[in-house]
C-alpha cells in the first residue's frame, strides 16, 4: 500500500494546483471548502453523486501536515456540516417530499410509502446511521425518512451519532494515519492524491448517474 501510494506521488506532483489551492491555502478556505463539500453532498439531493469518504481522510492528513490547522477545529465544522445537512434533507422531504407524493393518487405510490413507513418505524434509527458510510446512500435516506414521517427526535439523535461515527471518525482516521513515519513527511501529497481521486469519481459518478436517468 505504501509503495502504490508513493509511485503516485509523481503523478501527484504534476497537479501542483490541488496541493497549493487545495492544501496550502490558509485555514479558513480549507474550513469553508470542507463545510459546504460535506453539507452539499449530504444534504442536496442532486449532489449524491459526491463521494466525501476520501475527502474526509484526506482532510485528516491536512490538518496533521498544517501546524496552523487545528484538528479540533475541523471536525466540530466537518461534524456540523454533515449534521445540518442531513437536516435539511430530512426537512425536505417531510415538508415538500410527502405532500408532493401525497397529491398523486397512484396505487403504486401509496404501496411504496406504506413500505417506507413500516421500514423507517422499524429500522429507521440504524438506517440513517449506518447509511452515512454509503455513498449515493447518505444523501437519499434522509429526505426518504422525512417523507416516511420517522419521528423527529429519533432522527434527530440518529443524524447526531451517525454525524459523528463518520466525519468525525473518518477524518481522525486520516489525521491518526499521518502520524506513520512512512506517510507523515508526504502527507500533503497523499491527501492531494486523495482529493484527486476524489474530483475523479466524482466526475464518474455523475456522467453514471446521467446515463442511467
Known amino acids: 500500500m505504501i ?28 474550513y469553508s471548502i470542507l463545510f459546504l463539500f460535506v453539507f452539499i453532498e449530504t444534504g442536496i439531493l442532486i449532489a449524491f453523486f459526491l463521494p466525501g469518504d476520501s475527502v474526509l481522510f484526506a482532510a485528516g492528513l491536512i490538518a496533521a501536515a498544517r501546524e496552523d490547522t487545528s484538528i479540533f477545529i475541523l471536525v466540530t465544522i466537518i461534524f456540523i456540516a454533515a449534521f ?31 413500505r417506507a413507513e413500516k421500514f423507517y418505524e422499524k429500522y429507521g434509527y440504524s438506517a440513517i446511521i449506518l447509511a ?56 500533503r501529497y497523499i491527501a492531494a492524491f486523495f482529493i ?10 455523475y456522467f453514471k448517474s446521467k446515463r442511467a436517468l
Not at 503516485?8 to 480549507?30: A, M
Not at 415538500?96 to 397512484?106: A, E, H, I, V
Request: charged share 15%.
Open 3 to 30: 509503495a502504490l501510494i508513493h509511485s503516485s506521488i509523481p503523478l501527484i506532483s504534476i497537479s501542483e494546483w490541488t496541493k497549493s489551492i487545495l492544501i496550502d491555502s490558509s485555514p479558513l478556505w480549507i
Open 132 to 187: 452515512r458510510f454509503y455513498p449515493w446512500i447518505r444523501t437519499i435516506v434522509p429526505p426518504v425518512a422525512g417523507i416516511s414521517r420517522m419521528n423527529y427526535y429519533k432522527f434527530l439523535s440518529a443524524n447526531a451519532l451517525g454525524a459523528f461515527l463518520w466525519g468525525v471518525g473518518i477524518t481522525s482516521l486520516g489525521y491518526g494515519a499521518a502520524s506513520i513515519p512512512a506517510l507523515k513527511e508526504s502527507s
Open 84 to 114: 445540518l445537512g442531513d437536516q435539511l434533507g430530512f426537512v425536505l422531504g417531510r415538508h415538500y417530499g410527502r405532500p408532493y407524493l401525497d397529491k398523486r393518487q397512484s396505487p403504486r405510490i401509496k404501496k411504496m410509502i406504506t
Open 196 to 205: 484527486l481521486l476524489t474530483i475523479a469519481l466524482s466526475i464518474r459518478n
